[in-house]
């Protein structure tokens, strides 16, 4: 028996195609039924190749030559630089705010330019191979305690130049 579907040869007392699983003979289908196999009806043993009735194919109907594959493609270059890993924002913010600290905001400046400083340096150790900066940071860091030091240093100095003046200044002659 052959499948009206596929047309693959089946077992005469068989209900669904070996190859499609297709109803062999519908109309004798009882119709309480299903109609998909089950697995003792449907075994992969019985799997044949499909039988395709087709007509021959004439010389001039064959189909023209592949064309020649197309040589490789070079290989692509890599970037100058990795998207995966990043500088860290507060990295940046605290050289700025280092540099800052000696031009624009001196004091401020400086005491935010730690912060950030040491706010990124925690990201950058807790995000290994994420985010990159450190180096910066750092640079933030030295240039904010620089000017403290010389705040205080300046702070100092002027309390005591003020003290030594108020002292001579305030005897009479």
């Known amino acids: 028996m052959f499948c009206p579907q596929c047309g693959a040869p089946n077992e005469e007392d068989g209900i669904f195609c070996g ?26 043993e019985q799997i044949s190749e499909p039988v395709l009735e087709s007509e021959p194919v004439l010389e001039e109907e064959k ?18 630089y990795s998207s995966a890993v990043q500088t860290s924002g507060m990295a940046i913010a605290s050289l700025v705010m280092g540099i800052g600290g000696w031009t624009i905001l001196p004091f ?12 990124a340096r925690k990201e950058i150790r807790q995000r290994p191979g994420e985010l990159t900066g450190e180096g910066l940071a750092v640079a ?34």
């Open 63 to 80: 189909l023209p030559a592949a064309p020649p594959p197309l040589p490789p493609s070079p290989p692509r270059p890599r970037p100058a």
């Open 108 to 119: 401020i400046g400086s005491i935010l330019a730690i912060i950030f400083g040491y706010a």
């Open 19 to 44: 190859n499609c699983g297709a109803v062999l003979n519908p109309e004798e289908m009882p119709a309480g039924e299903p109609l998909v196999p089950t697995p003792e009806e449907f075994q992969p």
């Open 140 to 173: 933030g860091l030295v240039l904010g305690w620089l000017m403290v030091g010389v705040s205080v240093l300046a702070l100092c100095l002027g309390a005591l130049a003020l003290c030594f003046f108020s002292a001579f200044s305030s005897t009479s002659y």
